[in-house]
């Protein structure tokens, strides 16, 4: 009867385990769901042009109209710092719309 007992011990001393671990990991990974926003991204950190980046943030925020999407955008700004440039031999082709 004392190995009967210390069997269904064991037993749940297995399950309290498994449910202990598989209750740290679930915390885990919800930890890294909630916090993800919070870590700055390789993009973040690595920011090649912050003024632009503050430009276009301030007309998402608080230009009144509809902005063009984003694609329109980028092209624009491509087409702006190559007129920078003075070369009229500089241009900008878009691809073709498939």
Not at 38 to 44: F, R
Request: hydrophobic share 45%; no cysteine.
């Amino acid at each position: 009867m004392h190995s009967s007992t210390q069997k269904w011990r064991e037993v749940l001393l297995t399950l309290l385990r498994g449910f202990a671990f598989g209750a740290l990991l679930g915390a885990v990974f919800v930890a890294g769901f909630l916090f993800r926003s919070a870590m700055p991204s390789q993009a973040q950190g690595n920011r090649q042009y912050p003024l632009l980046e503050q430009a276009h943030g301030l007309l998402v925020d608080h230009y009144l109209r509809p902005l063009p999407d984003a694609t329109q955008l980028e092209y624009g700004a491509i087409r702006g710092m190559l007129a920078t440039l003075n070369d009229r031999l500089t241009y900008f082709i878009e691809p073709p719309v498939a």
